[in-house]
């Protein structure tokens, strides 16, 4: 189980936003899809939590996970 927040990468209508998971407001918003990636990894990672990586349709396309996850897997 993940420890802080999930992170969202969304489409905003300045570019693209990185927000927490259930917050109303981005944390911050940039212009580029990229950058807003590379911000929103390192608050995954400091929040050993999952990042979460919508498209412009706003369906999730990708997401990495930085929290606990059993490595190998099980199963």
């Known amino acids: 189980m993940a420890k802080g927040k999930n992170q969202h990468v969304v489409k905003h209508q300045d570019g693209w936003a990185v927000r927490g ?3 109303g407001k ?3 918003v ?4 990229r ?3 590379q911000i929103a990894r ?5 929040q ?4 979460l ?6 369906q999730i396309r990708e ?3 930085f929290g606990n996850d059993p490595f190998p897997p099980k199963g």
């Open 48 to 51: 050993q939590s999952e990042l």
């Open 21 to 23: 998971e259930r917050n």
């Open 35 to 37: 950058e807003a990636i």
């Open 26 to 28: 981005a944390t911050i």
């Open 53 to 58: 990586i919508h498209g412009k349709n706003g």
């Open 63 to 65: 997401r990495d996970s």
């Open 42 to 46: 390192q608050i995954a990672q400091n």
């Open 30 to 33: 940039k212009e580029t899809q």
